[in-house]
């Protein structure tokens, strides 16, 4: 396999199809403060982006200790009520797990906070898959910002244009196509129409091969 090719996961909504618990953790996170937001915000201002992004906007000035505890309280409930397992997307592991008999350069791009991608990743016994794991302590400048994408392809010895992105969200999009980056979209969380600026679109990975996926790159 190609030395200069690697493939930049987003771990929520790509490898597993969290954003159902996450909209849950946030409304009992949310309802415990008493503060009131919808779907449309949810899907616009918070899926595909940091805790440090998203909180100060509903909660307003607030220090750097008290985001922090905002942030841990909500990943917690978070974790309490999800299942990796259950809800993983389907054919991802085994996509996965071609992508490395092939000895493919793989690294984990996630917005949410290391504790969340060491639970969801050693739960499904993958996370010695990747060859980097960076979470939103990794960054300065969280998802649509291209330095996610940017530092996943410096991760492995890369560029951003040298690497496929696979992404779920608009914000992530964004951030994979920034960084130079050929991207896939996973509609688990937003229609293929909104994800119409990816230069491929796909439901799961079932029918999905390297194959598929290396077409892009010719």
């Known amino acids: ?13 790509v490898i597993v199809h969290s954003n159902p618990a996450h909209k849950k953790a946030i409304n009992i996170f949310c309802d415990k403060h008493d503060i009131e937001i919808d779907d449309d915000y949810l899907k616009n201002n918070i899926y595909g982006r940091a805790n440090k992004e998203w909180i100060p906007k509903i909660f307003g000035d607030i220090s750097t200790e008290r985001l922090k ?3 841990d309280e909500k990943e917690q409930i978070f974790r309490d009520i999800f299942d990796p ?5 389907p054919g991802v592991i085994r996509f996965i797990r071609q992508l490395k ?9 996630t917005s949410a906070p290391g504790e969340n991608a060491d639970f969801i990743l050693n739960k499904l016994a993958i996370y010695d898959m990747f060859d980097a ?3 939103s302590s990794h960054v300065t400048h969280s998802k ?3 330095e996610p994408y940017h530092n996943a392809a410096k991760a492995i010895g890369l560029t951003a ?3 496929i992105v ?11 196509l920034a960084a130079g980056a050929a991207v896939i979209g996973v509609a688990t969380t937003h229609t293929p129409e909104e994800l119409s600026d990816c230069h491929l679109v796909i439901n799961d990975f079932e029918n999905f091969t390297l194959d598929s996926m290396l077409s892009l790159k010719d």
């Open 85 to 89: 397992e259950a809800m993983q997307v």
């Open 161 to 163: 244009p040298e690497c």
């Open 144 to 146: 649509p910002h291209p």
């Open 101 to 109: 008999e092939q000895k493919v350069k793989m690294v984990v791009a």
């Open 133 to 135: 794991v960076l979470d």
């Open 166 to 176: 696979i992404e779920d969200s608009v914000s992530g999009v964004q951030s994979g």
């Open 69 to 71: 505890e905002l942030a």
């Open 1 to 13: 396999m190609r030395s200069n090719f690697g493939v930049l996961f987003d771990m929520d909504g």
